[in-house]
């Protein structure tokens, strides 16, 4: 009995002590004018969809849960926010040039039509940025339509149904689909 009651003692004490081992989390920061949703003018609809699912890992306007405050799981939110800045910052849009925008839109839009993001240990919490199928073409659509006002000349990518039926049409090749 002594022996558990010292552990739980030993166990509790190093909790709280690393309670002051406070995670490294980027500046939260409003971006007036330099955001993706701004500067691209993006729909109410696909705006809902971006802060929702995406804004709390690619955007400086991020907001910390509960549990992101308290050691340890602090430490695996903060990454995660740190990487997802790193990787794609919504909010600082207007850094990238013409060819970042581009690989960016193309990478956010492949993330869509894969199911890659966002990631699964963020929607376990966040029921809200869970996307239907329907959300995620809706999002990967508006991130190419995006790529094409950018780059002009740039073909996203279609998916290897959508590549067929284009093939089957240039070629002449209708079949009947019973």
Known sequence: MKRKSL???IVAAILV???FIRPNYPKSETSEGKDIITVLHAPDNI????KSACYDCH???YEIPWYGKIAPTSWFVANH?????????????TKYDRKGMDHKLEEAAEMMDEGEMPLKSYTI??????LSKEQ???LAGWFNSKRREISGNVTPAVSGQEEAHEHEHEHGHEHDHD
């Open 7 to 9: 552990i739980l003692l």
């Open 136 to 138: 995620r073409k809706l």
């Open 81 to 93: 926010v740190n990487e997802g800045l790193e990787e794609f910052n919504m909010s600082a849009w």
């Open 59 to 61: 955007s400086s306007q």
């Open 125 to 130: 919490m966040h029921k809200e940025a869970r």
């Open 47 to 50: 705006s809902n969809i971006v």
């Open 17 to 19: 002590l690393i309670q």
